[in-house]
């Protein structure tokens, strides 16, 4: 059994870097960025200031740079701040969020299983 849970941690974590770099990719991968957004909510902000802006968000340096920054971070759940609204910590608004998904979450299941005990004693039977 002992074996069978290493062998398992050790997949575990090739698997966990795989599906960081396929988020980190598809997260570059979308059009624009937030120097594009800023720009687009300020159209008179001058070069100068999205190359701070870039500079500000480690833009200005390698993939794998970014991609370690980014990892770190992660690693912490400083998931930064949000470009588009208030420019409060993206951590806070998940928070702030979060009972009303559990809810959700919960009686959704109370409905699944309401429905899915009655349909499988039946099909037993």
């Given at each position: 059994m002992?074996?069978?849970?290493?062998?398992?941690?050790?997949?575990?974590?090739?698997?966990l870097?795989?599906?960081?770099?396929?988020?980190?990719?598809?997260?570059?991968?979308?059009?624009?960025?937030?120097?594009?957004?800023?720009?687009?909510?300020?159209?008179?902000?001058?070069?100068?200031?999205?190359?701070?802006?870039?500079?500000?968000?480690?833009?200005?340096?390698?993939?794998?740079?970014?991609?370690?920054?980014?990892?770190?971070?992660?690693?912490?759940?400083?998931?930064?701040?949000?470009?588009?609204?208030?420019?409060?910590?993206?951590?806070?608004?998940?928070?702030?969020?979060?009972?009303?998904?559990?809810l959700?979450?919960?009686?959704?299941?109370?409905?699944?299983?309401?429905?899915?005990?009655?349909?499988?004693?039946?099909?037993?039977?």
């Amino acid at each position: 059994m002992l074996q069978y849970i290493a062998k398992r941690l050790l997949f575990m974590a090739p698997l966990l870097v795989g599906i960081t770099i396929i988020c980190f990719a598809v997260m570059h991968l979308a059009p624009g960025s937030p120097t594009d957004l800023q720009t687009q909510m300020n159209p008179r902000a001058s070069a100068e200031a999205q190359e701070r802006l870039r500079a500000m968000y480690d833009l200005d340096k390698p993939l794998y740079h970014q991609y370690w920054i980014w990892v770190k971070k992660l690693a912490v759940l400083d998931l930064g701040q949000s470009f588009s609204t208030d420019h409060r910590p993206v951590a806070d608004k998940i928070l702030e969020r979060l009972p009303i998904t559990i809810l959700l979450n919960v009686l959704s299941l109370i409905l699944i299983l309401a429905i899915a005990i009655p349909i499988g004693v039946l099909s037993a039977v």
